[in-house]
């Protein structure tokens, strides 16, 4: 049987990779399901080692305590924004001057990224145009980005849409990232949707020029979201359940 969600190759083995982790999910997830055993399934490592790290990290004054789910205290907060915005600003480099492929940038990033000091950062950032946005749509911190209203592939009806993001947790998969390049499924595309009732599987393919239709599985299509497309006089309405996902 096909496992409902792919494993994932790990963000490295150290402290900052979970801090990162807690953040990511912090900011996709709702907060009651940050818990231990969600970040061990992210990351694709033990909960063994999960508890370890979550102990390190306490002690270090990044995680609070007493709280039911995985919070970070704020200076974890603000080490885990530094993290990420290194790794979203060694993302942008590898694709927009290195040219490399959409779907390796997250993953040779991932080094790249953990050797920046924050002046190289801001000058990288500054260099780049001042992006606000990693390749796959994810906000940078520090840069006054948020995440805008959009709804996962999975809860929407047929009709045309612009990829909004990527949610961080499939960037891990660059396999996945491949199909979606490939299928058009890229930030600022606008794209086709058909609907598989009553799975949740969803058709999907590039609207400009048309090209092939590809399905994807519940688990990728809840992680792919998109925006309203309104253009040539269609004003396509997104459902009643839209919500922001910040
Ligand atoms: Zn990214």
């Known amino acids: 049987m096909k496992p409902e969600q792919p494993s994932r190759a790990g963000w490295g083995g150290g402290a900052d990779a979970y801090l990162m982790a807690i953040y ?19 990351l694709g490592v033990s909960p063994v080692s ?12 990044d995680l609070e305590r007493k709280v039911p789910w995985l919070k970070l205290t704020a200076s974890g907060w603000r080490r885990a924004e530094v993290l990420l915005r290194h790794h979203h600003l ?7 001057e290195l040219g490399l492929n959409w779907a390796l940038a997250h993953q040779e990033a991932e080094r790249i990224g953990q050797a920046f000091s924050p002046q190289v950062a801001e000058a990288l950032w500054q260099r780049l145009g001042r992006p606000q946005r990693c390749p796959h749509g994810s906000p940078i911190p520090g840069t006054g980005a948020a ?14 849409y612009v990829v909004d993001r990527v949610l961080e947790q499939v960037e891990g998969f660059t396999e996945l990232l491949t199909r979606l390049q490939s299928a058009g499924l890229m930030p600022g595309k606008q794209v086709e949707v058909a609907r598989h009732q009553p799975t949740e599987e969803v058709s999907v393919r590039s609207a400009r020029p048309p090209g092939p239709w590809t399905i994807l599985e519940p688990w990728l299509a809840r992680r792919v979201l998109v925006r309203a497309h309104y253009g040539r006089g269609d004003q396509l309405a997104l459902p009643e359940s839209v919500h922001g996902t910040a």
């Open 24 to 42: 990511v999910l912090f900011r996709e997830e709702p907060p009651e399901r940050v818990v231990s055993a969600r970040v061990a399934e992210y």
């Open 50 to 61: 999960v508890s370890r790290a979550l102990t390190r990290l306490l002690h270090g004054g």
């Open 90 to 96: 060694a993302e942008r480099w590898l694709t927009d």
């Open 147 to 160: 995440n805008t209203v959009a709804v996962a592939l999975s809860g929407v009806d047929a009709g045309t």
